[in-house]
Antibody, heavy 123, light 113 residues
Framework: EVQVLESGGGLVQPGGSLRLSCAAS????????MNWVRQAPGKGLEWVSA????????YYADSVKGRFTISRDNSENTLYLQMNSLRAEDTAVYYC????????????????WGQGTLVTVSS | DIVMTQSPDSLALSLGERATINCKSS????????????LGWYQQKPGQPPKLLIY???TRESGVPDRFSGSGSGADFTLTISSLQAEDVAVYYC?????????FGQGTKLEIK
C-alpha cells in the first residue's frame, strides 16, 4: 500500500526557516517524481514544487522560487522541502504528493497524498 | 499560467440526483502530439487530503465508483456524479497538468439538500 507521511511543520516567525520531510513507502520511490502542494486555511490548492525521480530536475512555483529548496534521498525514501525567508502568506497545510505513473519524468498529476503538515508563519 | 475556472462555486442537490461541475481553462490543455487532455479532477472531504478521481479528463482512477465520470476536451470539461450519495459531500477541484505550473480551479463545494 502506497503511503506518504509528512512531518516538520510548526509555528515559525516571519523570516525564519523550516524543513519539511515526507517519508514514503509501498512503491519504488526513486521511480516517481514527487511534489509539494499547499493549502492555506479555508482556501484552495496551490502547487509549490516538484522533483524528478532521480533528483536531477527540480521545479518551483514563482511564489517560492529562491526561498524554498526541494530535495530527496532515494536511499531513505524521503522527500524534503527546505523553506527559508518564510512569510505570513506561506501559512498553509503542506501536502506531499506522488506523481501518477507516466512516460515523462514529471507528469504533475497526483495520485497519492499525505495527510499534510501545518506550517504557521506568525510573530 | 493557465487559469482554471470552475462553476458553480457551490451546489446543493438531493440524494440520487445528478451533479454536474464545470471547469474551463484559459487555454487548451489538449496536447496535439498524443491527443490527450491534461486535465484531472480531485475530491476533498473535510479534514482530509485531496483524492484523485479522474485523469486524462475521462480516465477513472482505480477504486473510484463508476458514478463519477469526466468528459470534455480542449478548454471545457465536466465532472458528473450520476446519482448523488451522502458520501459524495466534498469540495471538488479540477487541475491542468498541460504546462508549468500545474494549476487548480478554485473548487466547487457539493452539499446535500
Amino acid at each position: 500500500e502506497v503511503q506518504v507521511l509528512e512531518s516538520g511543520g510548526g509555528l515559525v516567525q516571519p523570516g525564519g526557516s523550516l524543513r519539511l520531510s515526507c517519508a514514503a513507502s509501498g512503491f519504488t520511490f526513486s521511480s516517481y517524481a514527487m511534489n509539494w502542494v499547499r493549502q492555506a486555511p479555508g482556501k484552495g490548492l496551490e502547487w509549490v514544487s516538484a522533483i524528478s525521480g532521480s533528483g536531477g530536475d527540480t521545479y518551483y512555483a514563482d511564489s517560492v522560487k529562491g526561498r524554498f529548496t526541494i530535495s530527496r534521498d532515494n536511499s531513505e525514501n524521503t522527500l524534503y522541502l527546505q523553506m527559508n525567508s518564510l512569510r505570513a502568506e506561506d501559512t498553509a497545510v503542506y501536502y506531499c504528493a506522488k506523481d501518477l505513473p507516466g512516460t515523462t519524468q514529471w507528469l504533475a498529476i497526483f495520485d497519492h497524498w499525505g495527510q499534510g503538515t501545518l506550517v504557521t508563519v506568525s510573530s | 499560467d493557465i487559469v482554471m475556472t470552475q462553476s458553480p462555486d457551490s451546489l446543493a442537490l438531493s440524494l440520487g440526483e445528478r451533479a454536474t461541475i464545470n471547469c474551463k481553462s484559459s487555454q487548451s490543455v489538449l496536447y496535439s502530439s498524443d491527443n490527450k487532455n491534461y486535465l484531472g479532477w480531485y475530491q476533498q472531504k473535510p479534514g482530509q487530503p485531496p483524492k484523485l478521481l479522474i485523469y486524462w479528463a475521462s480516465t477513472r482512477e482505480s477504486g473510484v465508483p463508476d458514478r463519477f465520470s469526466g468528459s470534455g476536451s480542449g478548454a471545457d470539461f465536466t465532472l458528473t456524479i450520476s446519482s448523488l450519495q451522502a458520501e459524495d459531500v466534498a469540495v471538488y477541484y479540477c487541475q491542468q497538468y498541460y504546462s508549468t505550473p500545474p494549476t487548480f480551479g478554485q473548487g466547487t463545494k457539493l452539499e446535500i439538500k
